[in-house]
């Protein structure tokens, strides 16, 4: 019975995630795209938009019939018809990347057409719009996500840490995907077609077109990915990290009418994002994920008209008369009046023999679905006393045979939240061990057992692990900041008075402020984190306007 109503609540949910994404649009909304764009005619047999095209536009169909379909190497696989009322488009179009999908018109048919920053205008002057195409669009991404459509494949070994990095990537980064076993099945024979090697990685798009061996650039520019920006590029404010705090940034500094762009190396979210559950967030009683968090905030900055540049990151900065150049890792530069560092930090590294080549092979940085999928009929074990250790652990619980939470002092008590630990104690799937450490890793090319040590009597115990999830210190992402600014002597940002900074969040170079994880004496929270980000924004508008002020009198004098 229990699992009928299941099967009936899926069913429910799926039904209303396809309404909202391919509901008809209003007709008074469809009126006023009348006002934007010219009616155009179209014959049988024309594509709107092609898979990994250049060129994507956004259409309302007023008649007519046009399919929408999904390439793969099997062919196209139709997705669905847009009729009268429809509207073509996908989430993709806001943010800059090239198309998933093909759309074909089959009956002739009539349509308005705009191109992406009309129609990112349109969002921006009426909020309706922007409810609507929104709300639709990012719908549609999650149908793509689930559908793991054909038009990028992911083919590699099963336990390999390049294949795992990859599906990282894209599955952080909501780029609809698959993985294929390059050894067995469907995968074999994809392998065996286009004369790959079994044991590489590859990435073939659309059946045909391969990367081979990519790092998560390679991957985003193969998808047409807007990650470059231009060099020399301008903006008011530019963002550095995109986590909760960044996010916040980069949503109320592109609300509040700053040209905003935000420079992420890795995937939006930041470590946040790589969080199962977040159940002490304000609004969200039941919780929610850190990606789903993350891909909200990342919707609203769209809508606002923020832009991303992602995966790049930040080799150094050079102060100009303007503000700050920011020098990216691929040669280009961004000039901003303002910065916001956001980068947060990163979970340390066990001091452990084969670490490295057991990392995305058995040794984990995050606990999500993708890397939930490899502890069934295992036991894990979670190096960590954290929240972020917490959750990971309750969520391993339900995937795992066994979890092992491993920390080196006496209790949680003090590290946790008590909501937290109270479940931890109480669960029969988990062992909490107190004064202990990892001692040794074992395995082929994938971690396949490991060993605790208890640092009161020595003894060791050997542990069948297909999974170490290490969730320990927080590293500062300030390397690339060298001299510029003052850091604390664990690589925090010092800010406020006490370095000379204007306000609480600015650091001692004027129009350079740090928020979230990344500053000094900051509360390590991902509410923190946001509020920060949000505050922040008027301390950016004091600067620029005092910046603007000034250079009006250099040029008067």
């Not at 790589?274 to 967030?281: G, L």
């Not at 900055?301 to 503000?323: C, D, H, N, Q, Y």
């Not at 001692?439 to 396949?448: A, C, I, M, N, V």
Request: glycine share 10%; with cysteine.
């Amino acid at each position: 019975m229990t699992e009928t109503r299941n099967a009936q609540v899926k069913d429910e949910f799926a039904t209303s995630v396809r309404e909202a994404a391919f509901g008809p649009m209003p007709t008074k909304m469809i009126d006023y795209f009348r006002t934007l764009a010219k009616v155009e005619e179209l014959a049988a047999g024309t594509e709107l938009y092609v898979a990994g095209g250049d060129r994507y536009d956004f259409f309302v169909v007023l008649s007519g019939k046009i399919e929408i379909l999904d390439g793969s190497e099997d062919g196209d696989g139709l997705i669905g018809i847009a009729t009268e009322n429809a509207f073509l488009g996908e989430l993709g179009l806001l943010s800059g990347q090239t198309p998933f999908l093909t759309c074909r018109v089959v009956e002739d048919a009539c349509v308005l057409r705009l191109d992406a920053q009309e129609l990112r205008r349109a969002i921006n002057e009426v909020p309706e719009v922007g409810d609507v195409i929104v709300s639709a669009f990012s719908a549609r991404r999650e149908i793509l996500m689930k559908a793991a459509t054909a038009n990028l494949t992911i083919l590699g070994p099963e336990g390999n840490g390049n294949v795992m990095r990859a599906m990282e990537f894209a599955t952080r980064n909501r780029i609809p995907h698959r993985w294929l076993d390059s050894r067995s099945g469907t995968g074999a024979r994809m392998v065996e077609r286009l004369s790959l090697d079994p044991d590489d990685i590859s990435v073939v798009l659309r059946g045909d077109q391969v990367v081979q061996t990519p790092d998560n650039p390679g991957i985003a520019w193969a998808l047409g990915m807007n990650l470059e920006v231009d060099d020399g590029i301008t903006a008011d404010l530019a963002v550095i990290g995109a986590g909760p705090g960044g996010l916040a940034a980069s949503v109320y500094g592109a609300s509040e009418g700053l040209d905003t762009i935000t420079v992420e190396n890795t995937a939006i979210g930041g470590q946040a994002g790589t969080s199962s559950r977040i159940e002490n967030y304000m609004g969200f009683p039941t919780g929610i994920s850190g990606s789903d968090l993350a891909y909200r905030g990342q919707i609203q900055s769209i809508k606002f008209g923020a832009r991303f540049a992602a995966p790049r990151s930040v080799r150094g900065l050079e102060k100009t008369a303007a503000g700050w150049r920011i020098k990216l890792c691929n040669g280009n530069d961004i000039c901003a009046k303002a910065i916001v560092v956001a980068t947060g930090v990163q979970y340390r590294r066990l001091p452990l023999d084969r670490l490295e080549e057991f990392e995305g092979a058995g040794v984990y940085y995050a606990a999500t679905e993708l890397e939930a999928r490899f502890c069934k009929n295992t036991e894990v074990v979670v190096v960590g006393g954290g929240n972020s250790a917490g959750q990971a652990a309750m969520f391993l619980s339900r995937h795992a045979k066994h979890v092992h939470v491993v920390i080196r002092g006496a209790s949680l008590r003090d590290t946790m939240s008590n909501y937290l630990l109270q479940r931890l104690e109480s669960d029969p799937r988990i062992t909490i061990h107190p004064f202990t450490e990892v001692d040794r890793l074992d395995g082929d090319t994938s971690l396949e057992s490991l060993t605790l040590r208890d640092n009161r009597s020595g003894e060791t115990r050997p542990v069948e692990s297909r999974g170490l999830f290490i969730m320990i210190g927080a590293a500062p992402h300030t390397e690339w900041l060298a001299d510029q600014c003052a850091l604390d002597e664990k690589g925090f940002i010092r800010t406020g008075p006490e370095v000379g900074g204007r306000t609480p969040f600015e650091s001692s170079c004027p129009g350079i402020f740090a928020i979230g994880d990344v500053r000094a004496g900051s509360v390590k929270r991902v509410a923190s984190a946001v509020g920060e980000g949000s505050v922040v924004v008027s301390a950016v508008h004091q600067h620029i306007a005092a910046l603007n002020e000034e250079q009006e009198y250099q040029g008067a004098v």
